[in-house]
Each structure stands twice: as C-alpha cells, then as structure tokens.
C-alpha cells in the first residue's frame, strides 16, 4: 500500500506562507538577536569589571536601539529581558541588566513607533532615544535598589547615571550604524511589520 507524497511545491508554499507572517518574523529575530546579544556580553571586555556592582556592556544598548526599530516595543523588550535573564544566570551581568536594558528598549520602542506612524523615513533616529530610558530610567531604579550610600544622597544618583551612560551612549550610536548599514542593504522595519 503506497501513501501519497505531498507534492513538493505545496510544501514549500506552506512554508513561504508561515514565515511570511509579521510575527513569525518578528520572533525568529528576536531570539537571533537574544543569541548575538549574549555573545556580544561575552565577549565584552568591560564586562569583567565592576564599577559599583554595575558592568558597562555597551553591547546590550546597541541590541536594544537596532530591535527597538526593527522588531518594536513588545519583542524589543522581550529581547532585552532575555538577554538580562541569560546574562545574569551565567555570570556575565548583574540585576542592573535588567532595569537598564528594558528600560532602553521601552523607550526606543515607542518613539520608533510615533516616528513610523509620523516620519517613517526617519524611524532608525529612534536609536538614539535608548539612553534616555537607560540613564535616567534605568539609572533612577539603579540608584532606587543599590544607592551608594544614602537613597537620599544625590551624588549616588548621578554616579548611577553617569555609569549608565558610558555604556548606553556608545552603544547607542552603534546601533544607529547598523541601522542605517541595514537600510542601505535593504532590510528595514517594513520587513518586520
């Protein structure tokens, strides 16, 4: 008794038809991109180094600004928290991963979403809005968990935003880089949405 084989092209059609859906697109480069931001994080050289209990990654930020365009807020802040999980479950991160990277993330996300409703040919300038949620978001809750010193002491505060934005800024312009090396080559946000 011989089954019938599924022709060959129906199959490929079936497979053109799952990966053409925003969201199927959207989650496959999510997890790419968790995959490339925790090798990144290795291979950090800052990331060896504690400055009060924070690791500067510039690495993180520069994941977050090129998903906050291209995949937006909701994968944006997914990628970022499973970057912070893995990072801090392995060693290379600590708790502040998670409220400077998110925070990044959210930012990014939503201005890249008024830009693509308003300016969309100008929608990878949200880039450079992640230090605006890392710094003083991030940085805010940072002080907020671990303040050196006092919580009320002001200086813990800037110390907090100032070791944020070492990481964050660098970071953030790289992401733009990218972007725009990724405009160039034809792969933008459209792909995604």
């Not at 038809?17 to 994080?41: C, D, E, M, Y």
Request: hydrophobic share 50%; glycine share 10%.
């Amino acid at each position: 008794m011989s089954e019938k084989v599924p022709n060959n092209i129906e199959g490929i059609n079936e497979e053109k038809r799952f990966f053409n859906t925003s969201i199927n697109r959207k989650v496959a480069a999510s997890g790419i991109f968790i995959a490339v931001g925790l090798v990144l994080s290795y291979l950090n050289p800052f990331g060896y180094f504690y400055i009060f209990g924070i690791k500067i990654n510039p690495f993180a930020h520069f994941i977050n600004a090129i998903t906050g365009v291209l995949v937006g807020l909701t994968f944006s802040c997914i990628v970022a928290l499973g970057i912070a999980i893995l990072r801090f479950s392995i060693g290379i991160g600590t708790i502040h991963a998670f409220h400077g990277g998110i925070t990044g993330a959210f930012i990014v996300g939503i201005f890249s979403s008024l830009l693509r409703k308003k300016y969309p040919k100008y929608v990878e300038l949200a880039a450079f809005t992640e230090p605006l949620g890392t710094i003083f978001l991030g940085g805010t809750i940072g002080h907020l968990i671990a303040p050196i010193g006092s919580i009320f002491a002001i200086e813990s505060l800037f110390t907090y935003w100032s070791l944020f934005a070492l990481s964050c800024i660098p970071g953030s312009i790289m992401g733009f880089i990218i972007l725009i090396v990724l405009k160039q080559a034809k792969i933008t946000w459209e792909d995604f949405f």
